[in-house]
């Protein structure tokens, strides 16, 4: 049965709860935190800076990373080195092209250059990993996150494409692959066969963690279980005769 002991990749927790991210920064298993303007929005926060120090807080000193939210390149710039100031665990977020399209290597480039720890985001075709870990400084911390469950949505197998991507990133000492926007507590160990460094899992598979290695006859029974009891809950009847 699988162990999550047996794990080499690193979980990081993707989510913008305040209180879920305190509780699960103690949380051994958790190595590390993610967010985004979208997951920030959804737990309405309307106040980007102030949320993203209190996070930073909260996590004491743990990995965090922080998206820019800019779409001209040399506001990307701007907020990135803003963003960066904030914290020594922070890596920045710089999305692999902006909404017109036009590529982000060579911001990439200049702010890794200045001792910036990114973490390129959107990145899905094998191309986009070349070129993101091409623009990397070798001797600076850096995250490359490929979205393997939205590549799954598409109907490719993701893990043959994220072996391909560790080996790419591999060129950078400091660079770490990220398995990004998984889909089910599974794509962990897709992850790790993978090789990549750290995959970000939201609460839904958080909470999944403890089936890890769970007897499936014992499941079985709770799964049936469950269909009675919420059958006799629902007063539901058939007549029979």
Partial sequence: MPS?????VKIFADGADLDAIRALRANPVIKGFT????????????????????????????PL???????????????????????????????VTNTKGESCAPIIKRLSGEGVQVNVTAVFSLEQVQTVTDALNSDVAANVSVFAGRIA????????????????????????LIW?????????FHADQAGCQIITVTADILKKLALIGKDLDAYSLETVEMFRRDAVSAQYSIKTS
């Fill in 153 to 176: 949505d598409t109907g490719v197998d993701p893990v043959p494409h994220m072996r391909e991507s560790v080996k790419i990133v591999g060129a950078k000492p400091k660079a770490e």
């Fill in 35 to 62: 967010t985004n303007p979208t997951l920030m929005r959804a737990a309405g926060i309307d106040d980007y800076e102030t949320f993203s120090k209190q996070v930073i807080d909260v996590v004491e000193g743990a």
């Fill in 65 to 95: 990373s922080l998206e820019v939210f800019a779409d001209d390149l040399d506001e990307m710039v701007a907020q990135a080195r803003v963003i960066a100031g904030w914290g020594e665990n922070v890596f920045v977020k710089i999305p």
């Fill in 4 to 8: 999550l002991a047996d794990l080499k």
């Fill in 180 to 188: 990004a926007s998984p889909r089910e507590l599974l794509n962990l």
